[in-house]
């Protein structure tokens, strides 16, 4: 795990080296053992290393080849490196490709060697985490790529005078090379969402490289293609319950495996959930070591997990380690954590502080539970988009017949989700696109049109929901778009902001392609949510304790609406007056919308005013200008 930078610039700059230099100190944080730049004429790499795999010097980046024509910049982790070193060693039957004499143990000079021998087609040959670049020095041709889930971030830029890259927007920005400047057109996604939805920025002009494509730049122009379509893995595998349990719990237990290569110390997230207690599960049944797991205990019984950790701990005799925090410790983090963030998120400040206190525990890489309710249907929206499916009917009643119905509901008990079901019966259409958009919408349209002055409100989110393949199974429908918006746009990119602020390495075994492509590929009545993911609890029913399996679902809920009304007031009130300086917001009905919320307003919650306040205080931080 570490930070890749990059520049190519299309004129003559004296200053080139200072500027990767810049761009590498912005994310130190990414890779505090080691740091490396590599010029040649306008082109510059640029690396920050987090050593996880060969620690010594031989894995220090940017790396050449053993011919010096090509460079590498890498992050993350290659899981079947082994595999296709072995391969790589010897030469290809019937080619002319010699084999690659390697001289490190490192998973990056796999991946220089794959390039080499496959060219493009290497990404075929990829299991694992990635985003990395490849400098062709004699083409003057740069290759860069990401991993099919989209677990490690690219952001890139391109102009008539530069092309610059790198894991973080906060790098591209500290190179001055580009304009501080917002991106007008995707703050209304920010705001109905609480994220940017890829491959939109919330920097005008700064791109980020779609998950499971590659990106070449040549003579000054960009191409890009997707390797892989998660939308075409869908094939309505016809298959018997019990050989589904099987397979499943098989393609998990590999996937587990796989992410334990590691040379320095590492553990396991551990709340006591289903996920979290599967993948320690899963840990100690292939790992000949004692496992190391993390919990956040409260104090507070209601809202600890710790008693459902502790038995998970026990079962599998952990080393286990609970980080207790008060709510008052989460709030002295927070500053902190609002500073780490490189996208502005509504979300986020949970990650960094159980990052960092795993980290401050001596362990530099973690196992996470991500992805588990995206794929088995863990969400409340899976049962609620069947239910709405079952009823598309309505959308063919007369306005004039429901809406009154609908609003009267809405009038008398304002609440969230009766103005959700009065906006949703109002139109013309019950889509799956549209029920799921208004899932996901944490700030109303009539509210965004008040507090903006701009109707850009075309997201992305809308090209991603029609990119989805017909099909009647719902279930896989919902796991689509979850993995595509919210797990791809908020969970994946705060987890890696938020841990790699601390230089931890988090790592999801649910994120593994070939589980994903079969759990997709199985219909609903395999998969339906009878009780919360039940395929996957039949499949590891020996592992699970009981009373994890049949326990009420959780979660500390921390008093985010007290904080803002008091401790944080200031604080939130100061950071909203950055609106002033951008035309595009109409301050006075930000702060009527401010106002709403201190005054118990039910239809304004502190979520759908936190992220308004995340926005400005990230664009304060950075120095963003009109």
Known sequence: MCGINGIHIKRENTLLSSTIKKMNDAIAHRGPDDAGIFIKGNFAFGHRRLSIIDLSSAGHQPMESNDGRYQIVYNGELYNYKELKFELERAEHGTQNLP????????????????????????????????F?????????????????????LYYYNDESVFVFSSELRAILKSGLIKRKLNNASVADYLMYQTVHAPDTIIEGVKALMPAHQLSYEDNTVSINSYWNINKVVTDNKIEYTDAKANVKNLFFKSVERRLVA?????AFLSGGIDSSAVVAAMANVSAAKVNTFSVTFNESDYSEARYAEIVSKKYDTLHHEIKLTANDFLKSLPDALSAMDSPSGDGPNTFVVSKATKNAGITMALSGIGGDELFAGYD??????????FKWVAAVPSLLKSPITYLNYKYKRTISSKKMHLLLSSDTLSFADTFRFSRMVLFADDLQ???KTNDSNSPISKILKQL???????????????QTYMQNTLLRDTD??????ALEVREPFLDYKLVEYVLSLSDDIKFPHTPKKLFVDALKNELPDEIVNRKKMGFTFPWQQWMQNELKLFCEEALHEYKKFSVFNYNEIMLLWHRFLKNDKLITWSRVWHIVVLAHWLKLNEIEE
């Open 100 to 131: 690659y004499s390697f001289k490190t143990n490192t998973d990056t000079e796999v991946i220089l060697a794959a390039y080499i021998r496959w060219g493009a087609d290497c990404l075929k040959y990829f299991n694992g985490m990635f985003a």
């Open 133 to 153: 670049a490849i400098f062709d020095t004699q083409l003057n041709k740069i290759f860069i790529s990401r991993d099919r889930m989209g677990v490690k971030p």
């Open 263 to 267: 040379d320095v110390p590492f553990g």
């Open 381 to 390: 929206v899976f049962k609620r988009q069947v239910k709405i499916n079952k």
């Open 450 to 452: 008040k507090i903006l």
């Open 469 to 483: 393949p017909k099909t009647n199974d719902i279930i896989t429908l919902t796991s689509l778009a979850e993995i």
């Open 497 to 502: 902001q938020m841990s790699m602020a601390s």
